[in-house]
């Protein structure tokens, strides 16, 4: 079964099946800075010079929150913890943490990139969306 990104700007997938994929993002050519997705200027210098990137699927847990009312059409599990990592080329990527308890995680706390394939409520569809986990934790 070959399996669609959530958002084609941010994920693209190397495996049908949505197992796999890297992040993408843009770098300024004049400041060096990179952004996570698709950029039309620099929010840094303003510049429009972009190119595309991609991006470390690891980074460091910056900030983390309980989430008990989550937005509408959420198809995951509630409560579910949703963690804010930051990667090394700079940008901040926030997205649930799975397969671990809020009590376990702390700040500064090594993060690996984890594709899960949801189905979507409206239309049945399934996609891999891009989640964190602990580093070295189970797959």
């Not at 990139?113 to 797959?139: F, I, M």
Request: aromatic share 6%; charged share 15%; proline share 6%.
């Amino acid at each position: 079964m070959t399996v669609t990104s959530v958002d084609t700007t941010r994920l693209r997938l190397t495996a049908q099946d949505g197992s796999d994929g890297v992040l993408l993002g843009t770098r300024c050519t004049e400041c060096g800075v990179y952004s996570f997705g698709a950029a039309v200027m620099c929010l840094h210098c303003t510049s429009a010079a972009l190119e595309e990137t991609t991006l470390s699927t690891h980074g460091t847990l910056y900030s983390y929150t309980l989430v008990h009312v989550p937005p509408g059409g959420w198809p995951g599990p509630v409560p579910y913890i949703l963690g804010q990592v930051e990667l090394p080329e700079g940008p901040h990527i926030m997205a649930e943490i799975v397969d671990t308890s809020f009590d376990e995680l702390s700040v500064g706390m090594p993060m690996t990139l984890a594709l899960q394939n949801v189905t979507l409520p409206d239309g049945g569809e399934e996609k891999a969306v891009y989640k964190w986990r602990l580093k070295g934790g189970s797959a």
